[in-house]
């Protein structure tokens, strides 16, 4: 790489998407961020909320796998400490990735397929991309 990796929070509904389909968009998106070419930025709350959805029995996924999956982000990633968001969102529980992107700092991104989940008048200056939009931006480079 020639300049910083992207800096990016990946909603869950992101990561779901990438476990199911392989050859997708978010699947493309996970794929930069496991071969370094884009880092991850978390908190404790988004690795919970990871743990919980990946392992409902639903999507199937192997729970060896999950857990290997969220060490390994854990290791190549950045622990951010987030403050509470000062406005509100239209579904509170997606306040943890906005809080987290604002905290990480000005090169990051939060990546999220409920682009509606963070209106522009409440995202305090974050950026808030579709996988699309920024694998786009990512390949353009």
Sequence with gaps: MS???????VDTNVMVSALMKAESVPAAVLRCVLSGDALIAYD??????????LSRPRFGFSAVLTDQLLR???DIGVAVVAAPLTVSLPDPDHAKFLEVCLAAGARAQ??????????LASRQGATVLTPREWLDRWQGQ
């Design 44 to 53: 404790a709350r988004i690795l919970l909320e990871y743990r919980d959805v």
């Design 110 to 119: 939060l990546i999220t397929g409920n682009i509606r989940h963070f209106p």
């Design 3 to 9: 300049k910083l990796a992207d800096l990016l929070v």
């Design 72 to 74: 390994y982000l854990v």
